[in-house]
């Protein structure tokens, strides 16, 4: 079911003066009470370099009505939507479970996708980082300690590449389907990663692919060794394996990172809704909860502040 947009707040700019900061602002969101909306789901629009754009909002039921609350930006695939996100991921049952409010944003174009410095443009992540000003400042209640994204397919590429940004808002970062090349961000800071594929995805190939429908891809282990190198971590990982599932932690990192290779796995997000993912993207496993396995990675983390 599409989720009716919000009747009651006008689409706002991101560029805010100072007057218009809410109590719920950068400076004190994480230090105390401040404003919040009704939960439930509600579709929103913002103002970002003179176009509009759209994203859905959750607020999670049962939360403490004058507390900051955990939030993660949830970023969809190629040819997707926010709603699609949400309903193949399951993942607002887990935040009202868990108390952490959800922005699933809408990528542009047609068909609908994100830019990334892989497809040879930062326009995406320009957008993303003045959404996260935009809510913390004039929407919900949120911690911006606890801040973070996640995405599949074009989305976990997306989200890989804002870990490249300097003062960066997320404090970690998940990515299912589809890395990121960080030899275009060389000299970026360490940064939590958890990363899911599997070895079967028809879509974004595990060993690479330079010419996907969201750019050229990096081969998933040449990735993951780069972010080891990134993360100071030591070389070899500790690998654990149970039935399909083979669960990579590297040790002795500057932060912390964690992979999930699923041997049969297609371009799917594991454990997620079969009828919401739809198309023949090869097989959905159920011996992976990545919804839960990556809200429990994220939430492990809060951003440093200097």
Known sequence: MRVPRRPVRAALPVLLTAALLSACGPSDASDGPCEDVEPGT????????????????HVPE????DQPRPVVYLLHGYDSDAQDMVDT???LATADEEGFVVVAPEGGGDPQRWETPATGSDDDVTFVEELVEH????????DEERTYVA??????????????????????????SAPFDLGRCPRAEPAPLLY??????PVITYDGNIRSVIGPTAPVDLMLDRWRARNQCDRQPRVERRGAI???????????LEAYVVADGGHQWPGGDRAAAGGPSGKMT????ATRTVWEFLSAHRLARG
């Open 89 to 91: 991921t399951q993942v």
């Open 151 to 176: 995405g599949f397919s074009n989305g976990s590429a997306l989200a890989q590449a804002l870990s490249c940004q300097d003062d960066s808002p997320f404090a970690a970062y998940a990515g299912v």
């Open 286 to 289: 159920d011996e992976l909860d």
């Open 135 to 142: 809510v913390a400042d004039d929407v919900a209640c949120v």
């Open 62 to 65: 049962g939360a403490a009505e």
């Open 246 to 256: 083979e669960h990579r932690t590297w040790t002795g990192c500057d932060a912390r």
């Open 42 to 57: 509600t579709r929103e629009s913002v103002t970002v370099g003179g176009v509009e754009r759209e994203y859905l909002l």
């Open 196 to 201: 899911v594929h599997g070895r079967r995805d």
